[in-house]
């Protein structure tokens, strides 16, 4: 995902606010599984972060995290991996860990959503150790091959919060230069982007990327390419009124 440094890219008129976390212990979407088809049209890609409470002990913060990659095993899942975050930029959000999984559709997405072994690892899982909870979903604008990346495979997610001023044409001129930086930056092996379609969730930020590398020393290559960073200031950092660059690997097996 893009990693901007530029302090103005980071600030925001938006105070921190947890009335969407409760409004998500009603309604929440989580996770994802291994691939099942190896035709998949419109991947819907579903990010969730998390702020575990700081004095949780690690038993429950493990329990949470097997919970999650278990709900794996649902039909309507393609991919799913969760698990500590490895580093994250952003002054006005702390998340610790994260969840990706991947969809063949919105439908899908949705009975994910409404399964009662999701509901159930939701509410005694997730909720009584987190203190905080932000969801983004879009569709990819490109089927990612393969689904499940491997054990290793490092993510960088970019969550971008709009000036209300910006026009949908400045906002589709963003989304294309997204979308030209895996042509231009060595050691991307997939990487799609979209707009968010779950604002309720989303604590305003509406665009996302998620680029993937083979490990972390691939990304640690990008993110030092120069050009790379300047095309994020220069491209983005007028437009925006907060960024959230996270940082995860793959974990090799449940914690």
Not at 212 to 240: H, P, S, T
Request: proline share 6%; charged share 20%; glycine share 6%.
């Amino acid at each position: 995902m893009l990693c901007l440094k530029a302090r103005p890219l980071f600030s925001s008129p938006f105070p921190l606010s947890f009335s969407s976390f409760n409004h998500l212990k009603k309604s929440f979407t989580l996770f994802t599984r291994t691939s099942k088809s190896s035709t998949v049209m419109s991947i819907i890609e579903h990010v969730v972060l998390f702020k575990v409470k700081g004095e949780t002990e690690q038993e429950k913060v493990n329990a949470m995290l097997n919970n999650l990659n278990s709900l794996v095993s649902l039909d309507p899942v393609l991919h799913l991996t969760a698990g500590p975050v490895h580093r994250i930029k952003s002054p006005i959000l702390n998340f610790s860990h994260m969840l990706h999984s991947r969809y063949k559709s919105k439908e899908d997405l949705n009975t994910y959503s409404a399964h009662p072994e999701h509901q159930r690892v939701v509410k005694e899982n997730v909720i009584p150790i987190c203190d905080d909870i932000m969801a983004v979903d879009w569709v990819a604008d490109n089927d990612p091959t393969p689904l499940s990346p491997p054990p290793g495979s490092a993510f960088k997610g970019t969550f971008l919060k709009l000036k209300e001023s910006v026009s949908n044409e400045v906002q589709g001129g963003i989304l294309g230069e997204i979308k030209g930086v895996k042509e231009g930056i060595s050691g991307i092996q997939q990487m799609t982007c979209g707009e968010n379609f779950s604002p309720a969730r989303a604590k305003g930020f509406s665009l996302a990327s998620v680029a993937v590398f083979g490990g972390v020393g691939e990304m640690e290559a990008a993110v030092g390419n120069e050009e790379y960073v300047n095309l994020q200031k220069q491209k983005v950092r007028d437009n925006v009124d907060g960024v959230i660059v996270v940082d995860y690997v793959v974990p090799a097996s449940s914690p």
